[in-house]
């Protein structure tokens, strides 16, 4: 990235060869996605992030008098875009998920109408890891011709992806869930995928985005690509993971979303009797960051919407807090994580019994 952000400054859409320079980077870039995702490179569109591919699949595919079928555990970019589209005369469903988090396939069959323009399921819950049945879903959609978006930002660079497989028209990643920068995203658009854009402007990403591409984020997700199909797969994280929840299992309720197929990365464990800020404030000040719902929404008191969704009771969702992984984790670390957490689960159990 640094070249484009120290020396060259083209304009991609410039005539000019600095701008030549910038365009051969940015379609390398999309050359690279594309192949991260199993598409042609014409069927990337790069965009500010995972909330505006989100954004874009939604608002750009749905009109007034359409259907929308989604689920209840989606992030933000999703439930909020279809909630706006609820008022503005579209109907929607939010499917319902079982105690682990994952939506039944055969309840997106029975919610489709004949006005059924889309359906939008996660691959891999942000907050859980928990997996989508979105194969299946897909066949679902193609049998019925409805167009199928699916929200891979937590599922890129963590499971291989392949849009034919799953049968999606709709995929968004996000940069900085890859180890790529933040403020970057795509949008994987089928061929033959009519796409109303967001923005109005120039003709930029091929009409689907219009405005001056984003030159170094878009080499940084391209190279992000690049080292995730590099770097092969998740068993050492999940090693690291499972190691993780066994240490703290010793002082938790339980693993939400554990009796599910999970990214490696990511868990959700509740500490029961514990709650999960003060625990959250309480390890930070040890150096250890986690978050308690949704990082997104931290600073918001409102127990997570996916916990809820699972059949948690609003105590339950605010005394469990979410674990992350990145490739870098050591086994030191997340023994050093365990011991951290004893600790400071312990003395926080101790505070309130003698404030009771
Ligand atoms: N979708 C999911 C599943 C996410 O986890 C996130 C971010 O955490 C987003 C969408 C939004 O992506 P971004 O932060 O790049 O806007």
Do not use: Y
């Not at 640094?2 to 600095?18: D, T, W, Y």
């Not at 490696?264 to 464990?269: C, F, L, M, Q």
């Amino acid at each position: 990235m640094r070249p484009f952000l120290l020396e060259q400054f083209g304009n991609a859409s410039s005539i000019h060869q600095e701008g030549q320079h910038a365009r051969s980077a940015v379609e390398q870039a999309r050359a690279s996605v594309a192949r991260l995702l199993g598409c042609r490179p014409a069927e990337i569109v790069f965009t500010g992030g995972g909330t505006e591919s989100d954004n874009l699949a939604v608002f750009g595919s749905v009109r007034p008098g359409d259907h929308v079928i989604t689920s209840a555990v989606e992030h933000h970019a999703v439930l909020h875009a279809v909630e706006r589209l609820g008022e503005r005369g579209v109907e929607v469903e939010f499917l319902p998920v079982n105690g682990d988090g994952v939506v039944a396939a055969e309840d997106v069959r029975r919610a489709l109408r004949p006005n059924t323009r889309l359906i939008s399921v996660m691959m891999a819950n942000n907050e859980t890891g928990v997996l989508q049945p979105v194969e299946e879903i897909g066949r679902i959609a193609g049998e019925a011709g409805v167009r199928f978006h699916v929200d891979a930002v937590q599922a890129a660079g963590k499971l291989g992806i392949n849009v034919d497989s799953i049968g999606c028209h709709l995929l968004s990643i996000s940069g900085h869930k890859m180890h790529g920068p933040q403020g970057t995203g795509a949008l994987f658009v089928r061929r033959g995928t009519r796409l109303e854009p967001l923005s109005a402007g120039g003709a930029h990403e091929r009409q689907r985005r219009a405005g001056t591409e984003n030159v170094a984020g878009i080499v940084g997700l391209g190279q992000a690509a690049e080292c995730v199909m590099r770097s092969g797969t998740q068993e050492r994280m999940r090693g690291l993971r499972d190691r993780l929840e066994l240490g703290l299992l010793q002082h938790a309720g339980g693993v939400n979303g554990g009796g599910a197929p999970r990214v490696a990365n990511t868990s959700n464990v509740w500490f029961d009797g514990v709650d999960g800020e003060a625990l959250v404030i309480a390890l930070d000040l040890k150096g250890l960051a986690v978050s308690s719902g949704a990082a997104c929404s931290s600073g918001a008191s409102e127990p997570s919407h996916v916990l809820q969704a699972m059949g948690l009771s609003p105590d339950r969702a605010r005394s469990s807090l979410r674990f992350s992984l990145h490739r870098q984790t050591t086994e030191e670390e997340i023994d050093r994580a365990i011991e951290l957490v004893s600790s400071q689960v312990a003395r926080l159990r101790e505070l309130s019994a003698v404030t009771r």
